[in-house]
DNA sequence: ACAACATATTGACAAATTTCGATATATCAA
DNA sequence: TTGATATATCGAAATTTGTCAATATGTTGT
């Protein structure tokens, strides 16, 4: 198991603003433009915080002209779930 | 939803730490002296550590005499479970 | 009561993270 | 090409987090 990347994972979902920007993604695709006006934070914080959860796959964003559209990646959240699963299945022995 | 407590969750899980406790204690219960041990972290610090996983209700405690001891707690990974779930049922609208 | 041991708490410091203003890059429209 | 707009990057300040040494608390055995 590679601890670095998976404290990595759960490290971009703890976050205030970033869980809110989950939050609205599951709506469905998002124009960055809009998760701004959504969220009380600076263009620069948001364009951080959607780094953050586009490197941890939980989120992948897609350029269209001058705009950027992001929406929920299943891989980050598979990978998380798995974490989950595994710590489960052999707790309690 | 709950931004503040669902952020805390996964602060738990965001840090390497933490992880290699929980890949211990998925092993079972254990003594925290067993804990350190493993851990190439002092004794404060590890008493640090197993305070978050406890208030995040990833891990419970156990007094005995004068050890501690540890093991995964179900209700933190229901939480953080029902969460991923909840992102994965609306996407893709 | 006292000494030895396990764990928790405190206080301080270093490292990491969040944030913003300023600026750079890229795209579109006139 | 020039100006307007959307997003990214840079650099610095503020906050949070991880860490340890020192100390406190609580337990056991003598």
């Known amino acids: 198991m590679d601890y670095k990347k998976t404290a990595n994972l759960f490290k971009a979902l703890a976050d205030e ?8 993604l ?4 998002k124009c960055a433009c809009k998760l701004l006006e959504a969220l009380q934070i600076s ?6 915080h959607m780094k953050i959860l586009c490197d941890a796959e939980l989120v992948s964003g897609r350029k269209e002209g001058k705009w950027m ?18 710590l489960k299945i052999s707790e309690g022995k």
Do not use: C, V, W
């Not at 599951?26 to 695709?29: P, V």
């Not at 263009?43 to 951080?48: F, G, N």
């Open 17 to 24: 603003n970033r869980l809110q920007i989950m939050e609205i």
């Open 26 to 29: 599951k709506d469905g695709e």
């Open 43 to 48: 263009q620069p914080t948001l364009s951080h």
């Open 69 to 86: 559209y992001y929406s929920i990646s299943k891989a980050g959240i598979k990978n998380a779930k798995t974490y989950l699963k595994e």
